[in-house]
Structures are given as structure tokens and as C-alpha cells.
């Protein structure tokens, strides 16, 4: 069960930050990801983080602006998200893969077995 919260409304070039809670005791044993929709478009990745939290991967579009992270003792993972700009607009997603591979961080949304609800980011020009 991935729950996110954080979500809101900000201006370009602000800076937001995502939570997604997990329940359950195996939370070390998935790697973690972040996923968005904007309105008409396919979910689209945005940033995946291993078991242990050393190995994380993010797309073009948001390598050097987003962070995600994770704290395995508190089943919480975050997306720290910098230098918004408005196509960065859409509802973001948590999701977890149940893995044996301590340093796969998936960008493939099939290969992810739970989802949260989703959260709204509203940027702003």
C-alpha cells in the first residue's frame, strides 16, 4: 500500500517536495520509483532508486533537477524536486517492484507491481 502526499501548486523555478509512505515490513526488498501523467499523455518515468538507496537512475528531462531518495527504516520514499517548470505539471505516482537485484531501479512501468493513487503538481510560468 504506497500512499503520496506533498503534491501542490508552485511557480516555475520553485521547488517541491514529494513523500510516499509504504506499508508493510518488505519495503527494503522493493526498488522504488517515481512516475507522472500529464493530461492527455501517457505515465511517463521520472526517477527510480534501489533496495539499499546507493543506485538511482532519472530520464533527460529531469536528471539534475529531481532527487529521489529513500529512508528504509521509515518505509518512506521522496522526490525532491528543484527548478520546476510548468511542463513539469502532471499527477506523480510511487510505485514499487518486488526484486532480488539490490541495484535495479526500473524505468519500465510494467516491470512495477504496486502503485499509489497519485498526487497533483501544479506549476506555474
Known amino acids: 500500500h504506497l500512499v503520496e502526499s506533498g503534491g501542490g501548486l508552485g511557480q516555475a523555478g520553485a521547488s517541491l517536495n514529494l513523500s510516499c509512505a509504504a506499508s508493510?515490513?518488505?519495503?527494503?526488498?522493493?526498488?522504488m520509483g517515481w512516475f507522472r501523467q500529464a493530461p492527455g499523455k501517457e505515465r511517463e518515468f521520472v526517477a527510480g532508486?534501489?533496495?539499499?538507496?546507493?543506485?538511482?537512475t532519472y530520464p533527460d528531462s529531469t536528471e539534475g533537477r529531481f532527487t529521489i531518495s529513500r529512508d528504509n527504516a521509515a518505509n518512506m520514499v521522496y522526490l525532491q524536486m528543484d527548478s520546476l517548470k510548468p511542463e513539469d505539471t502532471a499527477i506523480y505516482f510511487c510505485?514499487?517492484?518486488?526484486?532480488?537485484?539490490?541495484?535495479?531501479?526500473?524505468?519500465?512501468?510494467?516491470?512495477?507491481?504496486?502503485w499509489g493513487q497519485g498526487t497533483q503538481v501544479t506549476v506555474s510560468s
Open positions: 532508486i534501489g533496495m539499499s538507496g546507493s543506485h538511482t
Open positions: 510505485a514499487a517492484e518486488s526484486t532480488s537485484n539490490t541495484d535495479r531501479a526500473s524505468a519500465h512501468e510494467s516491470d512495477y507491481d504496486y
Open positions: 508493510g515490513r518488505a519495503f527494503r526488498s522493493f526498488a
